[in-house]
Structures are given as structure tokens and as C-alpha cells.
């Protein structure tokens, strides 16, 4: 089911700043359901339709075990991610689910609300604290402050950090290493990562030595040890590779959210006024509406066909490939009016459900609650700490991150006024 003859090249590269590809828009119009080429000449299913999006994510007859024949790796780095040790990010059911309960009243809107959004304020206080600090004294200098570097990269990494049960000791150090992971090359971010991923192993051991002083509640590598790792539910190096997906698996999203939520409402000036006028009110049509607009993680959602399924009128079979191009689905006029538009103000009947920024169906994002209040908590306490705020560059001036990867914007030099 295609109408383009020429089958395009996947992942698709912005022509602009940080708009999708244009021919998402165009796909979805004239061939939603149609073949890509990878990067190593196979090809795969692309959807570009929310429902068929939705459909697909939903479906137990699509694999998201990237060991599956057929699974769509979108860069060389992929076949190495096979290797590893999986998690439920890339598990089918049952055990998809079983892992997936070990962590799952950690992230419930009720344990976010009680347990971390205190710690989520605090953070994001002395974050701020220290980026007003910095912005003063570049101001001083008559030059623009990084919000990028200076603050959106610390405040959800110092939080994860906490959460995870890091020594304030460690934290300078593995905050270098996130630094690197987030904002330089592949190799200097694969150095970083194995890094990172050694610091957690060593952690691990840590606190399984010293498990009988655990309490397994205050935080969640103390919880993994005490709860699966003690008991022999799970190895080692499984709680090691479980804890560092809670620590990477979102960080790059939330940090070019926050980017590009602030340079966005930078761009939107009615809108911002609003927020300003009732931040509390309008966080969680803000963050729902960046989520959307940007889908800062849009080339998560890959699939395998277990059994063959026919999804918008189209036959996929088992062995092929599926890429849910849940940045399009975001842009699609059936759900979202005016999908190219950025408004905070859209209609009470969509909801924070129907935006396929968190993923779709059993796989949906697990962290989603607690990602959102990180953004509610850093928009409301950065626009009101800093009422001032605007951009010191032409947006056609900023560097964006690679153009066909996920949205991101490398830097953001902001005035305080």
C-alpha cells in the first residue's frame, strides 16, 4: 500500500531545525502503510497513522525483541545492542511483564506524587540556583548563558542519580559521563556509556554486600538488590543492566523536552504569557503539548511480525519489519486539529493518552508519570524563577543535534532579561 515509487531511505533527516521531515506528512497522506530502506539495504513497514500506530503497538502478534527475524535496527550500533543483556524494554510477554512488575509501583502516578516529586523539587531548585548564579555572572560579561549545558542536562540526571540511590560522593563524576553520553560523538558517548554501565555494576555489588543494611524503599537499585537480586530472582549483571536502563533509558528525551519546550514557548509568545498567567494550571497541557509537537524519542517504537496481521488494509508478514512512526502519528489532523500548529490550549477531549510521545500499548513508557512531573516541576519553577527569559540567537542560528536521529538541540544560549 504505497503511493511513492521510490522507497526512501530510513530514518528520514529534518530539512529544517527541528520540524520533522516533510515527507512524514506526505507518507501519511498518500502511502501511511509503505516500505523503507534500512541502513544496511533491508526494507521494513513504516506507519505514519495514528490508529495504525496505535494498532500495531497494541498487537501481540508484533515482537519487540530486537533478537526477532526481522527486527528493523536503524544504525550499525544495533546489532552490538543485541548482545546485551535484554530487559523488558525489549521483551515480549511473559517475561516483558514479570520484569516490567519489578519496577512498576516505583513509577505509579500515587508513589511519583508522594515519594519522588519532593526530590524532584529540591533538585530542580539547586539546579536553578546554580544556573541563575551562572547566568549573573555571564551577564556581567555582556555574554548569553547555555541553558542546555548550564541546566536542562543536570536537572533530570541529578534527579535519576537520587532515585537510583547514587552517593552524593559519585555524583559530580558520573554527571561528567551523562555530559559526554548526551552531547558529543558516538564513540566519546559509547566510552561514557560503558563507563556509566561499570560505575552501576560496581554499585550493585556495593549494596548486595551490604544488603542486610538495605532498606529496599529508598531507592532503586536498594529495591532491585533487597527484592530480586538476594532472593536469586535475578543475576548480577541483570539488576546492573536493569538500573542502568532506568538510567539512561529516558535522559535524552527529558533533556531535549525541556530544550526544546523552552525554546519553543520562547518562539510562542501569547502562549507563554498564558502559562506565566497559571503555571500550575497549564503544566500538564504544556508538557502534554511538547511531547506531541517535538516527540523527543520518536524511533523507539520498532516492532518484528510474530504472525502474519493485516493493519490498514495492508498484509504484514511474519519475519518483516515495523517502524511505528509515532512523530507522525503526533502530527496526524485526524486526532490532533491543525497538528503543524504548537498550542498549549488544545481541546479537553484529547488525552495525555492519545499523544504517542511515551509509546503506545503494553510497551508504553513506564517512567511516564514520572517524566511528566519532571517537566511540570522544571517549566513552572524556571518560568517563574526567571520571568525574563529569552533567546540570544536566531533559531535558524542553533545547532541541532544529527538530523536523523531523535529532535534535540545541542545548545540554547538564553538572556536572564
Not at 49 to 62: G, Q
Not at 197 to 217: F, I, P, R, T
Not at 381 to 405: C, I, N, Q, W
Request: net charge negative.
Amino acid at each position: 500500500m504505497t503511493a511513492i515509487q521510490d522507497t526512501p531511505s530510513f530514518p528520514f533527516a529534518r530539512e529544517e531545525t527541528y520540524h520533522p521531515s516533510p515527507l512524514y506528512a506526505r507518507l501519511r497522506k498518500e502511502g501511511p502503510i509503505s516500505r523503507v530502506k534500512l541502513y544496511d539495504g533491508k526494507l521494513a513497514w513504516l506507519l505514519t497513522r495514528h490508529k495504525d500506530c496505535c494498532e500495531a503497538l497494541s498487537s501481540d502478534r508484533l515482537s519487540a525483541d530486537r533478537r526477532a527475524p526481522g527486527y528493523p535496527e536503524i544504525h550499525p550500533g544495533g546489532l552490538k545492542a543485541r548482545e546485551a543483556i535484554p530487559t523488558f524494554v525489549n521483551m515480549d510477554d511473559p517475561g516483558h511483564a514479570a520484569q516490567r512488575a519489578m519496577l512498576e509501583g516505583e513509577f505509579t502516578p500515587e508513589t511519583v506524587a508522594r515519594k519522588w516529586r519532593p526530590v524532584m523539587e529540591q533538585v530542580v531548585d539547586a539546579v536553578l540556583d546554580d544556573f541563575v548564579a551562572k547566568g549573573e555572572a555571564a551577564a556581567r560579561e555582556q555574554r548569553p548563558v547555555d541553558l542546555v549545558k548550564d541546566f536542562a542536562v543536570h536537572a533530570p540526571t541529578l534527579i535519576i542519580y537520587r532515585v537510583l540511590g547514587v552517593p552524593d560522593a559519585d555524583v559530580a563524576r558520573l554527571s561528567r559521563d551523562s555530559e559526554i553520553r548526551n552531547s558529543t560523538s558516538r564513540n566519546a558517548a559509547e566510552t561514557a556509556n560503558l563507563e556509566l554501565q561499570k560505575y552501576v555494576g560496581g554499585l550493585v555489588k556495593q549494596k548486595m554486600q551490604h544488603s542486610q543494611e538495605l532498606d529496599a524503599n529508598s531507592d532503586i537499585i536498594s529495591k532491585l538488590v533487597v527484592e530480586q537480586l538476594k532472593p536469586g530472582h535475578l543475576t548480577e549483571d541483570q539488576v546492573t543492566t536493569l538500573a542502568f536502563l532506568v538510567l539512561t533509558a529516558g535522559n535524552a528525551a527529558l533533556i531535549n523536552s525541556i530544550a526544546l519546550g523552552v525554546l519553543t514557548l520562547l518562539q510562542h509568545h501569547t502562549q507563554l504569557a498564558d502559562f506565566q498567567k497559571r503555571p500550575e494550571a497549564l503544566a500538564g497541557q504544556l508538557v502534554n503539548e511538547i511531547t506531541r509537537y517535538h516527540t523527543a524519542s520518536g524511533l523507539n517504537s520498532r516492532r518484528a511480525v510474530k504472525e502474519d496481521i493485516e493493519i490498514g488494509g495492508q498484509v504484514l508478514k511474519r519475519g518483516e519489519g515495523v517502524i511505528c512512526a509515532v512523530q507522525a502519528a503526533n502530527r496526524d489532523a485526524e486526532i490532533f486539529p491543525d497538528p503543524d500548529v504548537f498550542d498549549i490550549h488544545r481541546p479537553a477531549g484529547l488525552r495525555p493518552v492519545d499523544c504517542l510521545g511515551f509509546g503506545f500499548g503494553p510497551h508504553r513508557c513506564q517512567a511516564e508519570a514520572f517524566s511528566r512531573t519532571q517537566l511540570e516541576i522544571i517549566f513552572v519553577k524556571l518560568f517563574k524563577r526567571l520571568p525574563g527569559l529569552r533567546l540570544a540567537r536566531a533559531e535558524t542560528e542553533l545547532v541541532y543535534s544529527d538530523p536523523k536521529m531523535n529532535i534535540g538541540v545541542e545548545e540554547l544560549p538564553v538572556y536572564f532579561s
